[in-house]
């Protein structure tokens, strides 16, 4: 992990109640913090699942990303066992939580 990321987690960590960070422009790249390189990592050179991470990076850091094709993703993504416990952790974390429901939210 860099240390860009790992300053985003700290900030992450450090939110209070509200989910409010000191730096808003931190705030918005720690929720949609996705660890691609993790991802890419994890699986064999020509694995099909490649292009499903791609396609998830661009959809969470869309203009107007889409919770449900965020979803779907994801979906896919935790079927692959090199990559199921690093997506349940990413999906499962505080920050990517309130991003997809800001998402629903605001109605994007």
């Known amino acids: 992990m860099s240390?860009?990321?790992?300053?985003?987690?700290?900030?992450?960590?450090?939110?209070?109640?509200?989910?409010?960070?000191?730096?808003?422009?931190a705030m918005a790249q720690a929720e949609t913090l996705l660890p691609v390189e993790d991802f890419h990592a994890a699986l064999p050179e020509r694995h099909p699942a490649h292009g499903t991470v791609d396609e998830l990076h661009a959809e969470v850091t869309a203009d107007k990303p889409d919770a449900k094709?965020?979803?779907?993703?994801?979906?896919?993504?935790?079927?692959?066992?090199?990559?199921?416990?690093?997506?349940?952790?990413?999906?499962d974390s505080p920050a990517t939580q309130r991003f997809i429901a800001n998402i629903g939210q605001i109605g994007l």
């Open 3 to 25: 240390d860009r990321q790992e300053n985003w987690r700290r900030e992450v960590s450090a939110a209070d109640d509200t989910g409010m960070f000191e730096n808003e422009e």
């Open 69 to 91: 094709t965020i979803q779907k993703h994801v979906g896919a993504l935790r079927a692959v066992p090199q990559l199921e416990a690093i997506v349940a952790n990413w999906w």
